[in-house]
């Protein structure tokens, strides 16, 4: 006879999270935290999906033997095959780079050529990627609506805010997600000497444009200590970004990383010019990586990876899924999100960024402070611009791209906006089907 449960909750549900995308050398990250958080999210199965099968091989592996080393009771599985590997998950996760380094390296280059910002996120480099992503995603998103209809989609690809705005048009049930907020969470924590999850930022803009505009500890009601950071701290924060200090003074805010592409536009593109690119960087380290994640006795995240972005994604990542499916996660996230009123100068379907509660039933932005003049105006044309590449991506068309180009505060001028729609098409014709 059955032992009774009664007065006892049951287990909890062990989940089935897919990465598609899983072949990145990022992954080691992901996995690290997805071992470490076990209490958070309850993981049952870990499936990595990527068409590179080498890589894949590499990355699964050294999966695999930090779940050992965790004692992590879960499985992880690596395949090719997307419509498999996505059947009954709960999550899927999406961190994908179509064209891989070589369109990024692209995209960091020939924008310079016009006196541009080279990026992979913004300004025309971003509208490049933009371009290949986008299609790719909902091709993706589709499949998954198919295979997992209840499952959450959780972007961690860029550009963020076009690649979510796409998905939560589309119908899905989408949240972006992005690293550079819980990066600031972490280093105001420091700076406090107070636990992270005490620390709540008052965080408003777009992805990758942002400013924290408060800092406070012990929740969204609590005391803002931001004017007491800057006051003692502006030096630190202001290297880290790469600004003067008396930007941050003028701001009394933290920008996001991203701010300096705007407000150090021509420095940016003098020393871009001169260095290699930052695409090319990452691929020589990415080769390091593979090399080591084929060792054997390699059963951890090496150091190493650190040089390669993504700090503190596989905690965001897994607080925010925790939460999605009903677990243990903070209340209260960053994500990108529909605006719907958040801030009352977008509209509705714009996707913003921004501090929300975070349940089975989605985010919920929360009522932000009044936004400066100084960010709403550059908030409303960054918004502007990312309507008219989203239309871009799902159209095609030259003139959706010039109109995408001239409306973007970093190109703006009809000559660069001319020239750059040239080169962006011809250096990405092969992803483009109306090309």
């Known amino acids: ?70 004692g992590h009771p879960g499985t992880v599985s690596t395949t090719v095959d997307l419509d ?46 933009a371009l290949r992503t986008v299609p790719v995603v909902l091709d993706i998103a589709e499949r998954v609506r198919r295979a997992a209809p209840d499952a959450w989609i959780v972007d961690f690809t860029n550009p963020v805010g076009i690649v979510t705005r ?26 406090l000497d107070t636990a992270p999850g005490d620390v709540h930022l008052d965080h408003v803009g777009l992805n990758h444009l942002t400013w924290e505009t408060g800092v406070r500890v012990g929740g ?14 502006a030096d630190t924060l ?11 003074d003028r701001l009394g805010a933290v920008p996001s990383y991203y701010l300096r592409y705007f407000y150090a536009h021509d420095t940016v593109v003098r020393e871009m010019r001169t260095a290699p690119p930052r695409a090319a960087e990452v691929a020589a380290l990415e080769e390091r990586l593979l090399a080591m994640y084929g060792d054997p006795s390699l059963d951890q995240k090496p150091a190493l990876l650190a040089q390669r972005g993504g700090a503190y994604y596989s905690e965001a990542a897994v607080d925010l899924v925790a939460s999605l499916l009903g677990g243990t996660g903070s209340p209260y996230q960053v994500v990108n999100t529909y605006n719907e009123g958040t801030l009352p100068f977008l509209p509705d379907d714009a996707v913003v960024e921004t501090q929300a509660a975070v349940g089975t039933k989605g985010a919920v932005p929360l009522p932000p402070p009044d936004v400066d003049p100084l960010y709403r105006g550059l908030i409303a044309n960054v918004t502007a611009y990312e309507e008219l590449a989203l239309e871009a991506a799902l159209r095609g068309g030259r003139d959706r791209v010039l109109r995408a180009l001239l409306a973007h505060p970093l190109v703006g001028q009809y000559a660069h906006a001319e020239a750059l729609t040239e080169r962006l098409i011809a250096h990405n014709r092969e992803y483009l089907p109306w090309a």
Not at 86 to 104: C, T
Not at 220 to 233: F, K, Q, S
């Open 220 to 233: 969204p009601e609590g005391e803002n200590v931001l004017p007491r950071l800057l006051a003692v701290h």
């Open 1 to 70: 006879m059955p032992q009774s449960t009664a007065g006892h909750p049951p287990p909890p549900r062990l989940a089935k999270i897919a990465v598609v995308g899983g072949g990145s050398t990022y992954t080691p990250e992901l996995v690290d935290g997805f071992a470490r958080l076990r209490e958070t999210l309850p993981l049952g199965e870990l499936v990595l999906i990527d068409p590179a099968a080498g890589r894949l091989d590499l990355v699964g592996g050294l999966a695999r033997r930090i779940f050992a080393r965790q």
């Open 84 to 129: 498999a590997a996505v059947a009954g998950a709960d999550a899927v996760l999406l961190q994908l780079r179509v064209g891989g380094q070589a369109a990024r390296e692209q995209d960091e280059t020939w924008p310079l050529e016009c006196g541009c910002v080279g990026q992979e996120t913004t300004g025309a480099g971003g509208l490049a990627k």
């Open 166 to 191: 796409a998905l939560l048009r589309a119908g899905h049930r989408a949240v972006g997600l992005c690293n550079v907020a819980i990066g600031l969470q972490r280093k105001f924590a420091a700076l």
């Open 238 to 248: 202001a290297g880290d970004l790469r600004l003067p200090r008396e930007v941050l």
